[in-house]
């Protein structure tokens, strides 16, 4: 077996006990990297030789006999809109095409003081702004199962690494589904924690009350490692929780007794595909035959969702992307192209009122550095946060996502963990719905309720396509019940294969 087929949980304990070197894993990924990522794009920036310096740097540690952190020097792919301190954090936009930040996330400090090798960014949809990685300024992603599909997004690349066997383990983020509708194309396992259970410090700002930073990895084993080292407190981001982190990596094994399960039954219906829903189906009786109760659950206002979520999401974006002003840092357009400009206006109409020259930086700068998308996220947002239309559009957003939080209390009190698909539909085509934003935010059905309600969710692999595509089960649970959906996706997966199939490359 190659050293990259082997789970993270594996290679730690092969680095652990001598049998390999940190530096030797490392290698193996960058080779893998270098053959195959020319066809997939999963990366946006990979130094080998950083990289193979900071493995040999955690082998020398354990040769002089130090403690080595929990994370051994496995390698961890990087989402590109968490800032890594002196090395490019673009969010694939080409605003921040050269921007360099002068600190670290605190995810990745802790990934560093974890002793986690960053293999490398990966790519997204700009700003974190859509589910096919296709908006993405840099290039296109493709989906290791089949290179012609979206790999998902927005962390497309983070999923599709993983997939690939370019790394064992990724951090991705999810703001309405970006981790988990990924992990659903492209076969692996996602988890988007609680809001506030990781801290957001130096995860470039989507929409801040819906934004989490997560886990990509094989299989849910995988991610209890790379979760626990990125969980818990910080005081640099006032939202996160001071809820005592469990330790992911020892209960993830343990069997849940009595486990009471609910099917969502507005996603199991109308609008979701009948590959995905036969799967979905297929999952059920595993867990009954592990001894679990599945009763179905309604979520009535679970139809509101992505109408609430379109008008939250974008609303905070406004707010959050009117940093992005050229002064400070970030692109700028072309001054003496711009001045020359104002000059030719100027003579062209001497007693007309001209634009001062830093309203029109401002203006050239943004229209030229954001993309269709993210400007389209813009304006909606201003539009609905507008003298006017607050009212109408935002207050009554924040009021709807109240009521899909009761939605979610009221399943909690009837069962432990709430079952559906992670994804309306099969991973579609390159180019499919580029066009018609509208159809791509219809992908996010089942997702954004998890966001709009702050509780945790996963995203496992649970069956294939007759053509030969992944499908992902979401597994949903209470605030903090991050434990509980591993231990159960586990469970699922200790009698299951389809996390353990591999796509076909070269
Ligand atoms: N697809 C959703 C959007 O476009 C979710 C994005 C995300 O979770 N970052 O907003």
Redesign the pocket.
């Known amino acids: 077996m190659s050293i990259c087929a082997h789970s993270a949980t594996e290679l730690k304990n092969k680095i652990d006990s001598g049998e390999l070197s940190s530096a030797q894993v490392c290698r193996a990924f960058l080779d893998q990297i270098e053959r195959l990522d020319e066809k997939i794009g999963a990366f946006i920036q990979v130094d080998p030789d950083q990289v193979l310096r900071d493995a040999e740097a955690i082998d020398q540690k354990r040769l002089r006999g130090e403690t080595v952190g929990p994370l051994s020097g496995l390698p961890v792919a990087i989402k590109d809109n968490l800032c890594t301190q002196g090395q490019v954090t673009s969010c694939a936009s080409k605003m921040l095409a050269n921007f360099r930040p002068p600190y670290d996330a605190t995810v990745i400090a802790k990934l560093r003081a974890a002793d986690a090798v960053l293999i490398g960014k990966t790519n997204l949809?700009e700003f974190?702004?859509?589910?096919s990685t296709e908006n993405s300024a840099v290039k296109q992603t493709a989906n290791p199962w089949d290179v012609n599909r979206v790999p998902g997004?927005?962390s497309g690349g983070a999923a599709a690494c993983v997939a690939a066997k370019m790394a064992p383990l990724s951090l991705g983020?999810?703001?309405?589904?970006?981790i988990r509708?990924p992990a659903a194309f492209c076969g692996v396992t996602g988890l988007k924690p609680t809001y506030g259970r990781v801290s957001r410090y130096g995860l470039v700002a989507?929409a801040s009350s819906l934004d989490q930073i997560g886990p990509i990895a094989a299989n849910a084993g995988d991610a209890a490692l790379l979760l626990s080292a990125i969980a818990g407190h910080d005081a640099l981001d006032s939202t996160s929780s001071p809820e005592a982190v469990p330790d992911y990596v020892d209960v993830v094994s343990q069997p849940l007794t009595g486990l009471k399960i609910g099917l969502v039954s507005e996603h199991h219906g109308a609008g979701v595909d009948s590959e995905v829903l036969s799967a979905v189906d297929q999952a059920v009786k595993v867990f009954h035959s592990l001894g679990a109760e599945v009763h179905e659950v309604s979520f009535p206002h679970s139809k509101y969702g992505i109408a609430a979520y379109y008008i939250i999401?974008p609303s905070e974006a406004s707010s959050n992307l009117a940093r992005f002003d050229s002064a400070h840092y970030g692109y700028r357009t072309d001054e003496a192209t711009m001045m020359a400009e104002l000059a030719a206006e100027k003579s062209a109409n001497p007693k007309g009122e001209a634009e001062s020259p830093l309203i029109r930086m401002y203006r050239k700068s943004r229209a030229e550095g954001f993309g269709t998308e993210v400007k389209r996220r813009i304006m909606l947002g201003t539009y609905a946060l507008s003298a006017g239309y607050y009212d109408a559009y935002y207050l009554k957003a924040l009021k709807v996502r109240r009521l899909i939080r009761q939605d979610y209390d009221q399943a909690f009190q009837q069962v432990d963990l709430v079952l559906g698909p992670s994804t309306p539909g099969l991973p579609f085509c390159l180019g499919e719905m580029a066009d018609d934003p509208l159809s791509?935010?219809l992908?996010?059905l089942c997702t954004v309720g998890a966001?709009l309600a702050g509780v945790p969710s996963i995203s496992i692999p649970c069956g294939f396509s007759k053509s030969g595509l992944p499908i992902g089960l979401q597994l949903q649970g209470p605030a903090f019940a991050e434990a509980k959906l591993l231990q159960a996706a586990h469970m699922f997966q200790s009698q299951t294969d389809w996390h353990q199939r591999h796509p076909e490359l070269p």
């Open positions: 949809d974190a702004m859509g589910g997004g927005s983020t999810d703001t309405g589904g970006s509708q989507f999401a791509m935010y992908q996010d966001n």
